[in-house]
């Protein structure tokens, strides 16, 4: 008795399991099914004339033969010289021709003639044609630059269409003016010319506004105080003074400071030790032919390892588009912010110098006068600083001029020499 497959009982609801299934039968139906749509559909719908073919030519052996003529024999050649004529049976033998030589001398061609034969590639097809344009392009430059100028309009006329007129033409007879750049004007600074003083500055003033005025001026020299006391800590009184200088005794101390003496012994050994920075390798250490081929292998599995590992990284960045998303969005969110903290520092700083030069604009000294040297009167009143040094000022300021500052020229004279005639070498 045969041996009869039992059907494995495997549930179908998990994708692992739905190849355990067979399905050879319903395989084997639709193969036949598709070999039936091949030939024209199934054979039990198929007309007679498409499966069955009459035979109207006779057989060989009732076919009659008719007798040859006397000429058909004469015309038959002989056997040794049908031998020796083409068969028409025979199709004539392919030779293979030498591709790489004939590539060889193609390539020793010229350009233009590789662009005739059809061998040159896409990248040198495309060179030759946009040199083809360029020549062209140079060409009606040349021509447009040689051939002569021809007036369309009258020079003498004094309404010209300045698009008309020749560029040389309307730029010297002042036309046309030069094109002047975006920021010609734009003013550098938001500083206006003239500032107007407060309240406290006036011949006059009110007792809070002379109060506030002089306050303003004693926080900046205080501020200056404190630079200036800042630079001394980190210059002047980082010295000792001449009574603290330090002496060699001192300095010897200190070089020698968590120093411990050394015996001859341990130092000997240490010289012999230095004087060997790679110890000699002996028979029995060196790697055999065995052991480096194993860290070979142990060398390409981590290789491995790693690539795989990064490899999964990528795949998993996959699954994780919303986290992309969320970061990107928050970095455009915080490049938003430093735009926003960009623009408010421009617009903070606007009405402040700009730096030019080397030397930065420092802010001169607040024209004020204490209370005890308020006048009554504008007879008896000394005025405070200078018309001309407060415009200079305030080119500085308004980055017209570049901060300056005063250079002491010492002229130096070529020495003279000259012989005195009473006390003259006698030779």
């Known amino acids: 008795m045969a041996d009869v497959k039992k059907k494995q009982k495997v549930s179908k609801n998990k994708k692992k399991n739905w190849r355990k299934v067979d399905i050879t039968d319903v ?30 030519v006779a057989s060989a052996e ?3 033969v008719a007798p040859k003529s006397v ?74 630059i040689l051939s002569p100028v021809v007036a369309t309009y009258n020079l003498w006329e004094e309404d010209h269409n300045c698009e008309e007129l020749d560029e040389h033409y309307a730029l010297v007879t002042k036309k046309k003016l030069p094109s002047a750049p975006s920021h010609l004007k734009q003013r550098p600074s938001e500083v206006p010319a003239v500032e107007v003083p407060t309240g406290g500055a006036s011949y006059n003033p009110s007792y809070d506004e002379h109060q506030q005025l002089l306050r303003t001026a004693t926080h900046r020299e205080l ?23 330090p002496t060699e005794q001192t300095w010897l101390h200190e070089m020698s400071e968590g120093l411990a003496l050394v015996d001859e012994d341990v130092e000997q050994e240490d010289v012999i030790a230095d004087g060997f920075p790679n110890a000699p390798v002996r028979a029995h250490e060196r790697k055999v032919r065995q052991k480096r081929r194993r860290e070979q292998q142990e ?78 009167s504008l007879r008896t009143l000394k005025p ?44």
Do not use: W
């Not at 004529?85 to 350009?111: C, G, M, T, Y």
């Not at 005063?406 to 070498?425: F, G, L, P, S």
């Open 223 to 245: 501020r200056k105080l404190k630079q200036q006391r800042k630079i001394e800590r980190a210059t002047t009184d980082m010295f000792p003074d001449r009574r603290n200088a």
């Open 27 to 56: 395989e084997e139906h639709l193969e036949e099914k598709r070999l039936e749509e091949r030939t024209g559909g199934p054979a039990a719908e198929k007309p007679d004339k498409s499966l069955f073919v009459v035979d109207t």
């Open 299 to 376: 060398k390409r599995l981590l290789d491995k390892i790693k690539k795989q590992k990064v490899d999964k990284q990528r795949m998993g960045e996959i699954y994780r588009l919303r986290s992309i998303r969320k970061e990107i969005d928050e970095h455009e969110k915080c490049a938003e912010e430093r735009k926003q903290l960009k623009l408010e520092k421009l617009a903070k700083y606007k009405n402040k110098p700009k730096r030019l030069g080397s030397i930065k604009y420092v802010e001169p000294d607040l024209e004020l006068k204490l209370s005890e040297e308020l006048s009554e």
């Open 71 to 144: 000429k058909s024999y004469k015309n038959i050649k002989l056997q040794c010289f049908q031998n020796l004529e083409p068969d028409p049976r025979i199709q004539p033998a392919k030779i293979k021709r030498n591709v790489r030589i004939d590539s060889i001398k193609k390539k020793a061609l010229p350009v233009r003639k590789q662009l005739e034969v059809g061998y040159l590639r896409p990248a040198k097809r495309q060179a030759e044609q946009q040199r083809k344009k360029a020549k062209v392009a140079k060409k009606e430059k040349m021509e447009k």
């Open 62 to 64: 009732h076919q009659e």
């Open 384 to 427: 405070e600083g200078s018309l001309l040094e407060d415009r200079f000022r305030s080119f500085q300021k308004r980055c017209i001029l570049e901060p300056r500052r005063r250079q002491n020229i010492v002229k130096k004279y070529k020495r003279k020499t000259y012989e005195n005639k009473t006390h003259r070498e006698v030779v």
